[in-house]
C-alpha cells in the first residue's frame, strides 16, 4: 500500500482551505445551504405524522475567514431525531453556532402540516393541510449565550363570502375561497403550535374549510358562511385582533387574499404590528 497516496491521506494531513485567511476585509452576512429536502417527524395536537421540509441553513461569516463549513450544516440536519415543535427548532439553532465557529446563524425550513379534522355535521374525519414555515435567528450575546428569535408563518386556505353580494341580491351571494397567510414572531419561552396559529385564522373566516364533507356537511358550510359573510378587510383586521390578543406573539404580519369569483383578479389586504 502507498501511503503518499491521496486517497489514503488521514483528515488532518489535508489542507483546510476554508479556514485560511482572506484579505478583501468583507464580512458575509449570510452563507450556507439552501433547498435541501429531509424528512422529518412533526408534532401535532392529533398526533405526530412524518412530513418532508425544505431547509436554508446559514451563517454569518467574519470578514477574515475565507469560507465556513458547510458540511457541518448537513451533519447538523442529520442527526436531528425529535419531533419538530417550537423546543426542538430553538435548540437547533443555538446548537449551530458552536459546530460553525459562529456569532450569527439561521435556520429555516417549508414542510406541508396536516390537521385530522372532523366534519361539523357528519364527523367523518379527514385530513386538512396546511403550508407552514419555521424561522429562527440566532446572536451571540456578550454572556457568550445564544439570544434566539423565534418566528412561525402558516398559510390557511378557508372560504370568504362578499357581504355587499348578499346585500345588494335577490338571492345568493358570490364566494371563494381565500388564503389567510400568517407570519408571527414567537416568545420563546411559551410554546406556540401549528393548530393554535391555523385555529386563529379558520375562526375569522366566513367559513373554514375541510378535507372531506358529506351532504349535510356541505349545507352546513353553505348556510354558515353566508351567515358569516366577510369583506377581504374584514378577514384580516379580524385575524389581526386575535393575534394582538395573543400574549406568545410580539410581532405579526397578517394577509388575507380572495381568489375572487366573479373577477379575473385577486382581492388583498395586509396588517403589519409590533407590540
Known amino acids: 500500500?502507498?501511503?503518499?497516496?491521496?486517497?489514503f491521506l488521514k483528515p488532518s494531513a489535508m489542507p483546510d482551505v476554508q479556514s485560511t485567511l482572506d484579505e478583501r476585509?468583507?464580512?458575509?452576512?449570510?452563507?450556507?445551504?439552501?433547498?435541501?429536502?429531509h424528512p422529518l417527524t412533526i408534532r401535532s395536537k392529533t398526533g405526530n405524522f412524518p412530513?418532508?421540509?425544505?431547509?436554508?441553513?446559514?451563517?454569518?461569516l467574519p470578514a477574515h475567514v475565507k469560507g465556513t463549513h458547510m458540511s457541518r450544516f448537513m451533519?447538523?440536519?442529520?442527526?436531528?431525531?425529535?419531533?419538530?415543535?417550537?423546543?426542538s427548532v430553538v435548540a437547533m439553532v443555538r446548537e449551530m453556532l458552536p459546530l460553525l465557529d459562529a456569532k450569527e446563524g439561521h435556520v429555516q425550513f417549508t414542510y406541508t402540516h396536516f390537521v385530522k379534522k372532523a366534519a361539523?355535521?357528519?364527523?367523518?374525519e379527514s385530513l386538512m393541510d396546511y403550508e407552514v414555515t419555521w424561522m429562527a435567528t440566532a446572536k451571540q450575546n456578550a454572556n457568550g449565550n445564544a439570544d434566539v428569535e423565534l418566528g412561525l408563518r402558516a398559510q390557511v386556505p378557508v372560504m370568504s363570502l362578499c357581504p355587499c353580494s348578499k346585500e345588494i341580491s335577490d338571492f345568493?351571494?358570490?364566494?371563494?375561497?381565500?388564503?389567510?397567510?400568517?407570519?408571527?414572531?414567537?416568545?420563546?419561552?411559551t410554546k406556540m403550535t401549528v393548530?393554535?396559529?391555523?385555529?386563529?385564522?379558520e375562526s375569522e373566516a366566513s367559513s373554514e374549510l375541510w378535507g372531506l364533507?358529506?351532504?349535510?356537511?356541505?349545507?352546513?358550510?353553505?348556510?354558515?358562511s353566508y351567515s358569516n359573510p366577510k369583506f377581504v378587510e374584514d378577514l384580516v383586521r379580524d385575524v389581526a385582533g386575535n393575534l394582538k390578543a395573543d400574549q406568545r406573539i410580539q410581532s405579526f404580519v397578517v394577509e388575507a387574499e380572495n381568489f375572487e369569483s366573479i373577477h379575473n383578479h385577486s382581492a388583498f389586504a395586509r396588517i403589519s404590528h409590533k407590540k
Do not use: C, Y
Not at 500500500?1 to 486517497?7: I, K, R
Not at 476585509?25 to 429536502?37: S, T, W
Not at 451533519?75 to 423546543?87: C, E, P, R, Y
Open 1 to 7: 500500500m502507498n501511503d503518499m497516496n491521496p486517497a
Open 25 to 37: 476585509a468583507l464580512p458575509i452576512e449570510q452563507v450556507g445551504i439552501r433547498g435541501v429536502r
Open 51 to 60: 412530513s418532508v421540509g425544505t431547509f436554508e441553513m446559514d451563517v454569518a
Open 75 to 87: 451533519a447538523l440536519l442529520q442527526k436531528q431525531d425529535i419531533a419538530v415543535d417550537s423546543t
Open 120 to 124: 361539523p355535521v357528519s364527523g367523518v
Open 172 to 189: 345568493g351571494a358570490h364566494n371563494q375561497r381565500s388564503h389567510v397567510t400568517m407570519s408571527v414572531v414567537l416568545d420563546t419561552e
Open 195 to 201: 393548530e393554535d396559529l391555523v385555529t386563529a385564522a
Open 213 to 224: 364533507l358529506k351532504r349535510p356537511d356541505e349545507k352546513w358550510v353553505t348556510e354558515r
